[in-house]
């Protein structure tokens, strides 16, 4: 009956991850809280399983052109930089203080997205909409 639990939970994390939804965070709580790891490794796991649901995501989204290679290429180096941080700075604290970080992050991602206002509309969208509705009119 565990591997189903641990299936779904990968499956929604590959899922959420390909979308840049951050489905990493499903995975790490299914692993801290329902399966018992500890959070160094529920955060190893949960690494390896973001390399090929990156590759994938990355190859769709390449090929339907919404990468923007400058901007990614930035984002990279500066990840980069992050992640050299982020494995010194878990290997310093305490596990217990990881799961509080982490805690805390979900906390703050939860709120900001519970409050957040509504984006407004791509001016794309805007000008397609009127085109239609001078479309329309035009008809009559």
Known sequence: MEWIWMTL??????????????????????????????QRAAQGINLILFIPCAVLALFSYVRKGLIDFRTALSAAAAGLVGALGGVFLSGWLDVVWLRRIFGVMLLFIGVRELFAKKPPPREEKEEEEKEKCGNQSAEK
Do not use: C, N
Request: aromatic share 4%.
């Open 9 to 38: 939970a990968g499956l929604i994390s590959g899922i959420l991850g390909s979308m840049g939804m951050g489905g990493g965070g499903v995975l790490i709580i299914y692993l801290t809280l329902i399966a018992g790891l500890d």
